[in-house]
């Protein structure tokens, strides 16, 4: 098992910054590609950010390129989202992922651990 539990969100202007957590516990974070998901009321949940194992390699979403980095401290058994620049339409409920073996990074059904989420809002 392995229990997933973000932090780090909160009420920004655009323009500001946030800095989100995911901490993880059970197995060894090392063992798993993570991944950062969202889902903006009425929206379908979408694909942020993901980084592979040893975190030698990291993906994003277009909407998001230039703002958003995704990091991971395997030690700590934390992954991280800095998230830059935040506009409005990146108001969301944002979720960390864990998956064991991730064929398609951007497709959550390849993830099999969800933390509950932490709001994001952005006020204009």
């Known amino acids: 098992q392995v229990q997933l539990v973000e932090s780090g969100g909160g009420l920004v202007q655009a323009g500001g910054s946030l800095r989100l957590s995911c901490a993880a516990s059970?197995?060894?974070?090392?063992?798993?590609?993570m991944a950062w998901f969202r889902q903006a009321p009425g929206k379908e949940r979408e694909f942020v950010a993901a980084?592979?194992?040893?975190?030698?390699?990291?993906y994003y979403a277009d909407s998001v390129k230039g703002r958003f980095t995704i990091s991971r401290d395997n030690a700590k058994m934390t992954i991280y989202l800095q998230a830059n620049s935040l506009k409005p339409e990146d108001t969301a409920v944002y979720y960390c992922?864990?998956?064991?073996?991730?064929?398609?990074?951007?497709?959550?059904?390849?993830?099999?651990?969800w933390g509950q989420g932490t709001q994001v809002t952005v006020s204009s």
């Open positions: 992922a864990a998956g064991i073996y991730v064929v398609s990074r951007s497709v959550a059904g390849n993830y099999e651990y």
């Open positions: 059970g197995r060894t974070l090392s063992n798993y590609g």
């Open positions: 980084i592979t194992r040893s975190g030698g390699s990291t």
